[in-house]
């Protein structure tokens, strides 16, 4: 009786992942209802041209939407699909290095004018694709994400023609905060204030702290019809990533341009316009990454059918207990063993070259996963010659272990990459990122595999597993302020770390209690990391 209880709770479960992840599905797939949505490429560079199924009496202005560092057109697809429903053409595209444009970027992030060069010429050239769209009026608006607001605020500065310019999280690194027409700045209002006052300083026209200080979130300065609309606007809650999925930065983003256009605002009556559609999709995606995840569980106990030794649930209480009642002098230890390889990865790095692999930052981050790693791994051989850790014996998972680690990784990989892949950033692998992987995984795994050893083990404190993830993020800190010049970036994919340590962290748990075996959960998450490195991060030209 108890047991078909237990059978139908799962099978109710199961049933709600499955509806969570429909319904996120659903949402974002209906974001593109009544739009052509076509793709096609611009000199080898990657485009998608959103507009209106449906005519809507003439020719319509078109808005070119660029992504940031490390991203694709594919996270830019709320923009498009709010401001193609509101009658206008969004055009998005890959820079060079970036998504599935096949040419690499040239350089390094230390040759700042050759980088510039390549990606405002990416830009020049879909903006001048944009404006001969069929069924174009001409007019031509931009908005850019992180790195690319500061191009796009460059190329309207240099092409007076651009209609209006948003900046999402702006940072423009001119030598005079000179602003384009009509410019509207968006930041997620936990920004750092740092990044936060680019944007006011454009706004204000000036580098005076005091007026810049001064400009009022929400408030329009000047007049479209001149060209002096400025506007500094903050998405309540939201960080780098969230910002592009709030509401406020959707909404935002329609006004502007339909004031800036002449085709809303000011001289048109609201009660003339169509209720606006907003996609605003970050729950929709939450919902999607949820679904699946959740999902992960009910697998993982058909999984934990096919592993012969399976630990039950004595064990696993047993465990606890054990972890509840170990000595003083073992905490010690792994609080040693823990904290050491945090704090001594990013200083021994610093001792090391790490230009060696044709994608910016991946060759560090390979490093760093692979130190992190072995550091880990010699502290606890150490600790087990001296008998203070209990080591398990060497041997090679059954084949049964081995294909439910196959069937975790396949799970983790396809059924959350393909998702991630349509609606969120781009994951496939553009020409030359197939050896990354395989170069990245080396790193990866050596991290991973250590870290659920000694995470899983019985000996380990209790919230073992989130407390190594935190010290991880607080390591890659470091090496950024360390080397801030050149490490920057990294703080960027710092949100998309944590979202992955908390997905794959489930996933290794359910996993790990299904089979006994921490492979299942290392392989899955070492391999999500190199390939997510491998794809995103921008490939470079050695």
Known sequence: MRRAAVRIGVGLYALLALLVAGSALRTLASASHGLVVAHGSVDAIPVTVFRPAHGTGGP????????????????????????????????TFDFPGH???????????????????????????????????????????????????????????????????????????????????NLLSIYGSIEPDMVQSFGRRLVAGTDAVGEAAAVVPGRTYGRFDDGSARRFVLAAGAEHIGVLYHSTSQRESLDWMLQAFGRGGAGVPKASQAPAFIDARGPAIAGMLAG?????????????????????????????????????????????????????????????????LPILLGDYLLLHFALYGMLTAGGAAWLALRGRLEMPAPTLPSPACAAATLAVVAWSTLAIG?????????????????????????????????????????????????????????????????????????????????????????LSRWSFRATGSPWPGALATACAFAWGIAVTFPAISR
């Open 292 to 356: 699946t995840v959740m999902l992960a569980w009910p697998l993982s106990m058909v999984l934990g059918r096919l592993v012969p030794g399976r630990p039950h649930a004595p064990s696993l209480r047993a465990a606890s207990r054990a972890r509840s009642t170990s000595g003083v002098p073992y905490r010690r230890d792994w609080l040693w063993l823990t904290v050491g390889p945090a704090l001594a990865t990013p200083l021994l790095l610093r001792l090391v070259p790490s230009h060696f």
């Open 60 to 91: 319509l202005p078109v808005v070119v939407i660029a992504h940031g560092f490390a991203g694709s057109q594919q996270l830019m697809q709320a923009f498009a699909t709010t401001l193609a429903r509101n009658g206008m053409i969004a055009v």
């Open 418 to 506: 393909l998702g991630v892949d349509r609606y969120v950033f781009n994951l496939w692998p553009a020409d030359g990122r197939g050896p990354l992987i395989a170069a990245l995984l080396v790193g990866t795994l050596a991290w991973a595999a250590a870290d659920e050893w000694l995470s899983r083990h019985p000996q380990a404190p209790r919230f073992a597993y989130p407390a190594t993830k935190a010290l991880f993020i607080a390591s890659l800190v470091l090496a950024v302020m360390l080397d801030l010049s050149r490490l920057f970036f990294l703080v960027i994919i710092i949100p998309a770390i944590l979202v992955m340590f908390i997905a794959y962290g489930l």
């Open 99 to 181: 998504g599935r444009h096949p040419q690499p970027l040239p350089g390094s992030l230390q040759e700042h004018e050759a980088l510039l060069t390549a990606l405002l010429g990416a830009l020049d050239r879909v903006v001048g694709f944009a404006r001969v769209l069929p069924g174009s009026d001409g007019r031509v608006a931009l908005l850019g994400h992180s790195m690319a607001s500061d191009l796009v605020v460059r190329q309207a500065q240099a092409d007076p023609a651009i209609v209006a310019t948003v900046g999402v999280s702006l940072v423009y690194g001119g030598a005079r905060m000179v602003a384009p027409r």
